[in-house]
């Protein structure tokens, strides 16, 4: 725990969430009521131009821009991918991407999944979330990882240790990010980040959800003690519910009410009409890769993720530049759920 103080009396904070009573916890988990949440959606940004052939810039700027008024129909958010490098492919910075778009599409909101923490120190990045909120009137969505990509830490000169330390790392700049949004003058001598008297005004109205992805105990432990969203990363429905019952594990053993953390799914989304239009598109597109099928079938999936708990989906449609999957997305399939509230349960 690193070493805090403030000319405000601060603390290392965590999100403001309940605890459950002492006893019988599994039983009173479930029977506890809790406010309805709506089932919302997400647009995971195309961030490769040159992913699907080499598109012209031109062309690659009209489809995003005709797949984002595609969005605002029906989609609660856009997200973008943190990264800098595969090998020579086209990769477009994730922090300028949504700065640029935010204020085009003042309908959306606009999350990042997940920057990674060894690219901003991060005092700055509380700065550059606080200063978002500000210009944007409290439209981010802060997704934060430890990072894993090797090849472009070493490409752009970043460290790149062993995955405790970036892990511990992660722990830090959450800390430092949540004392900077709720205090001032604050100084944290950290094993691995310092800050000393910084100010981070004016501060972030509303505080943005900070959502935290991850399914191993150590990732886990952190999504329980400084999440309030919690992501996964393309699992199928077995590994999901099993994931769930970790992560419910996690908070239970810090006296966290699982249910106070949000549940919410990211992945691949492919989409036809009919089986005879996916079927050329099964070799590429597995079921491994998200949730592919006709629009009933995608339906069926979306349902059964719910049933465990998922009330936030950010689908990447990798058919893009084609936009019949988010065609059907917005008029079809995303409709469906428009009027879906989820009632937070354990497993």
């Known amino acids: 725990m ?7 009396k601060a603390h290392i904070p965590r999100p403001n969430w309940p605890i459950p009573s002492t006893g019988a916890r599994q039983v009173s988990m479930r029977e506890r009521k809790h406010t309805m949440t709506s089932v919302q959606f997400g647009w995971v940004l195309p961030g490769r131009p040159n992913e699907r052939g080499n598109i012209a810039q031109p062309k690659f700027l009209a489809h995003l821009q005709q797949g984002l008024r595609l969005a605002v ?3 609660h958010s856009v997200w973008s991918h943190d990264h800098l490098q595969f090998m020579n492919d086209q990769i477009l910075e994730s922090w300028t991407m949504l700065t640029y778009l935010a204020p085009l599409y003042p309908q959306l909101q606009f999350g990042s999944l997940v920057l990674s923490q060894s690219y901003r120190n991060p005092a700055l990045l509380a700065k ?3 200063t978002f909120q500000y210009l944007s009137n409290g439209r981010l969505i802060l997704g934060l990882g430890a990072g894993w990509h090797e090849e472009e830490y ?3 000169g970043y460290a790149f240790p062993p995955p405790h330390k970036r892990v511990a790392q992660l722990e830090e700049a959450l800390q430092i990010i949540r004392a900077l949004w709720q ?3 604050v100084t944290i001598q950290g094993k691995h980040y310092q800050i000393l008297e910084a100010h981070c005004e004016p501060r972030p109205v509303p505080v943005p959800p900070i959502v935290v992805g991850g399914a191993r105990p150590q990732m886990l432990n952190i999504v329980a003690r400084h999440a309030d969203w919690w992501s996964a990363d393309r699992p199928g429905l077995a590994t999901y519910r099993q994931q769930v019952v970790d992560c419910e594990r996690a908070c239970l053993a810090i006296q966290r009410d ?3 953390l949000r549940r919410t799914w990211f992945g691949g989304c492919i989409c036809r009409a009919t089986e005879d239009a996916l079927r050329p598109l099964r070799a590429t597109y597995p079921d491994e890769y998200g949730l592919v099928g006709t629009v009933s079938q995608v339906k069926e999936r979306i349902q059964e993720f719910i049933d465990l708990g998922v009330s936030y989906f950010m ?4 058919d893009f530049p084609d936009l019949t999957t988010l065609e059907l997305l917005v008029d ?10 989820y009632q937070a349960s354990t497993l």
């Open 315 to 318: 689908l990447n449609t990798g």
């Open 154 to 156: 070493k490409a752009y």
């Open 183 to 185: 205090n001032s003058g």
């Open 332 to 341: 079809e399939v995303l409709p469906s759920f428009q009027h879906t509230e």
């Open 73 to 75: 129909k029906s989609f």
């Open 2 to 8: 690193p070493n805090v103080s403030s000319s405000s």
């Open 258 to 260: 699982p249910l106070s």
């Open 128 to 130: 550059m979330a606080a």
